[in-house]
């Protein structure tokens, strides 16, 4: 599809390697409309105005661009465009590494007015910090940033023509609605005290001795005239502002400072060390901003941050704070169905699986807002399924589904994020995504995106079929995969098992994805009794892990000796019907019992949907939603944990917002029946 009929791919040849700003800069006269794309992101702004951010992510072959209607700021006779973009330079879960580049075109109705050539002017960004020794967020979100507020003119050249695809595509889902600044208060204040000389502004909030002059009440931000600090001791002053609740989005902060200084900002989700959780096993949730004398307002729209709480430390012995928080981005979605549970605490639970939904669906389907921001199969198929019936949402299903199928790699599995490039892959996440795909059709009936997608699908199922022995399928025992299940003990990596593993989850995804494909293809009208026939191969199978000792299904079979039980193993087999019908109560007994290692908030979902195919077990499914979701609310949450332990998870980097955890939104519906 050609979209750009004059432009050319760009970028600054001084703007060279990782983690790098580059600045474009055009004149054009009255227009009303802009198509652009880059390799990692942009901010578009003109005559002076923010006007648009977030670049659909891609491949190599796979570009996406974005048109936006600019005709409330160009108006004049001659409008100054700047856009700046960010080139990582390196693989994360979010960013798959590529050249980089800009192309740009404007126009006025069919004409084009201005356009991405040779003759463009161009500048590495004089005020971003650039480099990797800039730190990241994370390994999976990437870097964060450093920015110098101090006026310093940029050293403009012509740009380079960069090589690359010259057929792009547009934009697959709807651009984020950017908000006004979020309320907030600053609840706490004070003096900070360095104890570390070196070290990242994340690290240093960590260490910091905080001297509190003020921890009580809260004083309301925006605030028109200012909130006046001051500190006669220690480095500066530190100031902690409270959104209220958790959200997502880019920082802003509006400062007014007696000097240049220091401005550390870093966001978290929750107060449980007394003050923001900044440096957390080498993720750096803190950005350095170099203040200029006197008021500074400053955003930074190239980074989306999820969190409830901003802390400041400013390197001075004054400052009047306007505002510090987070502009909210959102998706736009219609408005959510009601709850169809009609009970005050289900009402609360669901209205929060609502909002940790929306908080966690951005260009794709994101894990977490705070410390990830990846599309995964297993991840998305919860958020898919929730949607679908909140919101009867499926072009954003889509989109994702498409940007997931294109990650397919030469031995037959997904990529373990999409569009990333990741060392390892997860196996039973690809089984999911058949899964996935069989869903979306249901709840779409788009035949057409399923028919492109089918080859995709049938590739994976094909590896899994000839990995088959005996109907058994053994776990995949190269380093280079992660034979993960769910966050629990004895799930979460089969290598720390020794001997060959047979695989009772693998097996039950398996013999899903097998059923979502024979699904798909008798919906297209095509012959699908090969895949009947796979699936029953492999729940015949599953007999090799019933313990008649135990009365259920053990995960594993390790050199002929079976171990492990749990409540995903026998639930998974129940979901996919691998049990025989004389079995059928003492493992659903076995999975109230409260015997077997538990089932996560996540895995949750197979539980639940197995129980429910028997009407007597509805008391139970709502009262064990109760317990969890609603000791969660009980605890302060104002969106819903990754698992129950919160943020002690995973050497306290547990996020307090994960998408998969909204599975309570779909289960109100499949039990109203709706």
């Not at 208060?185 to 960590?206: C, E, H, I, S, Y």
């Not at 989005?249 to 978290?268: A, K, R, Y």
Request: a negative charge; glycine letters at 8%.
């Amino acid at each position: 599809m050609e979209i750009f009929s004059k432009a050319q791919r760009i970028w600054s040849a001084d703007a060279d390697g990782t983690n790098v700003y580059a600045d474009f800069f055009a004149e054009f006269p009255r227009a009303d409309r802009i198509t652009l794309a880059c390799d990692g992101n942009y901010a578009l702004y003109i005559n002076g105005d923010f006007v648009a951010h977030g670049q659909f992510p891609g491949y190599e072959d796979l570009t996406f661009c974005d048109t936006i209607d600019i005709s409330q700021y160009a108006q004049k006779d001659a409008n100054q465009l700047k856009i700046v973009a960010h080139h990582p330079g390196v693989d994360t879960s979010t960013y798959r590494n590529k050249p980089a580049f800009v192309i740009f075109e404007v126009y006025c109705g069919e004409a084009t007015v201005c356009f991405s050539c040779e003759k463009t002017l161009t500048a590495v960004d004089p005020n971003y910090e650039h480099g990797a020794y800039v730190g990241m967020v994370s390994g999976q979100l990437g870097f964060t940033f450093g920015y110098n507020a101090q006026e310093v003119p940029a050293k403009c050249t012509n740009a380079i023509p960069v090589d690359g695809i010259t057929e792009y595509l547009p934009r697959p889902v709807g651009k984020l609605v950017v908000g006004e600044p979020k309320n907030g208060a600053v609840t706490n204040w004070g003096v900070f005290t360095d104890r570390l000389k070196d070290g990242t502004p994340a690290q240093k909030m960590t260490a910091a001795a905080l001297e509190n002059r003020w921890l009580c009440g809260g004083k309301k931000l925006p605030d028109a005239d200012g909130i006046e600090l001051s500190a006669n001791s220690g480095d500066g002053i530190f100031a902690i502002v409270d959104l209220g609740e958790e959200d997502t989005g880019f920082l802003s902060i509006d400062v007014d400072v007696p000097c240049e200084c220091d401005i550390f900002i870093g966001w978290g989700e929750h107060l449980a060390d007394l003050r923001v959780r900044t440096s957390i096993g080498g993720r750096n949730f803190a950005a350095r901003y170099h203040a200029k004398a006197g008021r500074n307002r400053f955003e930074n729209p190239l980074l989306r941050c999820g969190c409830r709480f901003v802390e400041l430390h400013i390197y001075a012995e004054s400052c009047r704070i306007f505002y510090a928080g987070i502009r909210p981005t959102r998706y736009p979605l219609p408005t959510a169905k009601p709850c169809p549970w009609d009970d005050s605490l289900h009402r609360r639970i669901y209205d929060t699986c609502v909002r940790t939904l929306e908080l966690c669906m951005h260009e794709h389907y994101e894990d977490c807002p705070w410390r990830e921001q990846a599309l995964y199969t297993m991840d998305s198929r919860n958020q898919m399924l929730c949607g679908y019936y909140i919101w009867n949402e499926t072009i954003f299903a889509k989109a994702s589904l498409e940007l997931i199928a294109h990650s397919l790699r030469e031995d037959g599995l997904l990529e373990l994020c999409s569009p990333a490039r990741v060392g390892i892959t997860i196996p039973s996440f690809s089984a999911i995504f058949i899964v996935q795909l069989d869903e979306y059709f249901v709840h779409s009936d788009d035949s057409e995106t399923v028919k492109k997608l089918l080859p995709i699908a049938e590739k994976i199922a094909a590896m899994f079929e000839k990995r088959l022995a005996d109907g058994l399928i053994g776990c995949f025992e190269d380093g280079k995969y992660w034979n993960f299940y769910e966050w629990q003990e004895g799930l979460d990596d089969s290598r720390q098992r020794n001997g060959h593993s047979f695989d009772a989850p693998l097996s039950a995804f398996v013999s899903m994805a097998f059923s979502a494909l024979a699904d798909i293809r008798r919906r297209l009208g095509l012959d699908h009794r090969h895949f009947d026939e796979l699936r029953e191969r492999v729940n015949l199978a599953a007999e090799n892990f019933w313990d008649e000792e135990h009365g259920t299904y053990a995960s594993y079979i390790v050199d002929g000796e079976k171990s492990h039980y749990c409540e995903l193993t026998n639930s998974l087999l129940l979901y996919c019907g691998a049990v025989p019908e004389n079995r059928r109560q003492r493992v659903i007994s076995a999975l109230k019992s409260g015997e077997l290692t538990p089932v996560t908030l996540s895995h949750s979902i197979f539980k639940y949907d197995a129980l429910l195919s028997e009407h007597e077990n509805v008391n139970y499914v709502l009262k064990d939603i109760e317990e969890k979701w609603g000791g969660m609310l009980m605890n302060g949450a104002t969106t819903f944990w990754e698992t129950i332990e919160g943020q002690s998870a995973f050497g306290n980097a547990g996020s307090l917002c994960h998408g998969w955890s909204a599975i309570p939104a779909y289960i109100y519906f499949r039990i109203a029946g709706n």
